[in-house]
């Protein structure tokens, strides 16, 4: 071992003994030890020869339970360093506390927001943030029981835990997702950005929560914009493309598209096509029903809208309200009747509501 060497294991065995960082113990290049008695210094003396030496090498950290490091990048102990651990799947991650791979840079990143390890980032923290507090088993309760009721013994209550631990495990979250990778078709994986960028996987790990993954969509074709009054509805839209002048294709954006310029300036921001790639799901109308004697006030007014009732569009005043309908001149119309789409009926409650006529208030004989 040159001088060099030994001064790099020197300083490697101090930050060793600082941090408390897990290490194993290798003689000759193999590995010697994995649960060394003895501090790494102490084994940097005792060599006597070449091919007696020891060299200590630091190992990935991992929670003292049960627990999958999030490591999509496959980093070594040595790039992860010293003094530091890897996130657990899905570990909440304060912006303070971690930093981020840089997959081109091969170098570590501040983090800039709160996040959680998930996606095709690597994050580390310190060894001194404390790994994440241990998800509970599930137990089924207990409850008080009555005298006619047989009490679960705690083999029984094993027994059931257990059964319902293997029905929760015969269901694979990913089980359509492998199918069609099976199938031929591409799965993609979120990204964890902001702006659902998504990474076409040659061989998916199936080691994230299964909404990170998707079947890649077919390519949906571009529109043509040639400026204008904004072709896109708000409301019906949730995920969106365009390009400008520059050709450039933006990433999917949430935005609402009312947030952008549609008619063209002539300037490279001009927008000169744009796709749908997810549209909002409508939300069901709720069914309609006939009015009640309690929807109807007195001084309400009924008239049938552009609809010829006896030859003449005509007004009503509600003469008398009954338990089946309406009284208007001398006629009772029932609510089935008034909320029959055929005639039009409308109703005007302005006056019984507010003490003052509105002639935009006509509704709907129905509810």
């Known amino acids: ?33 994995t649960n060394p008695l003895f501090a790494p210094v102490r084994y940097l003396a005792r060599a006597k020869s070449p091919e007696g030496l020891f060299e200590i090498r630091p190992i990935l950290a991992r929670p003292p339970y ?11 102990a040595e790039q992860v360093g010293v003094g530091y651990r890897l996130a657990i799947v899905n570990e909440a991650l304060l912006q303070d506390f971690y930093e981020f791979w840089g997959k081109g840079s091969k170098s570590w990143s501040k983090g800039c927001f709160n996040t959680k390890a998930k996606g095709i980032c ?18 089924l309760p207990i409850q008080t029981l009555a005298q006619d009721q047989v009490e679960l013994t705690s083999e029984m209550q094993e027994a059931a835990s257990q059964v319902l631990k293997e029905e929760m495990q015969g269901l694979d979250p990913y089980a359509d997702l492998k199918k069609a990778h099976a199938d031929g078709k591409v799965i993609q994986q979120d990204c964890g950005t902001w702006e ?5 996987l040659k061989q998916p790990n ?32 949730e995920e969106w493309e365009f390009k400008c002048r520059d050709g450039e294709p933006s990433k999917a954006i949430e935005e609402e598209p009312s947030n952008w310029r549609w008619f ?7 927008i000169i096509a ?11 109308k709720k069914p309609k029903k006939p009015l009640e004697a309690c929807d109807v006030p007195p001084g309400s007014v009924i008239r049938a809208n552009a609809a010829k009732v006896d030859g003449d569009v005509e007004w009503w005043s ?14 009772l119309w029932t609510w089935e009747e008034l909320a029959n789409p055929y005639y039009g009926w409308q109703i005007n409650r302005s006056i019984p509501l507010t003490g003052k006529w509105n002639p935009d208030a006509w509704e709907a004989c129905e509810k």
């Open 1 to 33: 071992m040159t001088p060099t060497e030994t001064a790099a294991q020197l300083r490697l065995a101090a930050d060793i003994l600082e941090t408390g960082h897990p290490w194993h113990l290798y003689r000759a290049g193999q590995l010697y030890d």
């Open 66 to 76: 049960k627990a999958k490091l999030h490591n999509p990048n496959g980093l070594t």
């Open 122 to 139: 690597t994050y580390r923290l310190p060894l001194s943030v404390p790994w994440p507090e241990q998800s509970k088993p599930f137990t």
């Open 196 to 200: 659902h960028d998504w990474q076409d």
């Open 206 to 237: 199936w080691d994230i929560p299964a909404s990170l993954y998707r079947i890649k969509p077919d390519e949906i074709p571009w529109i043509e914009w040639h400026g204008g009054p904004r072709p896109l509805k708000d409301e019906e839209v």
């Open 264 to 270: 063209h300036e002539g300037s490279i921001g001009d």
């Open 274 to 284: 744009y796709r749908v790639l997810k549209w909002r799901k409508k939300k069901p």
């Open 318 to 331: 509600v003469k008398r309200v009954e338990k089946r309908g309406v009284i208007l001149s001398e006629d």
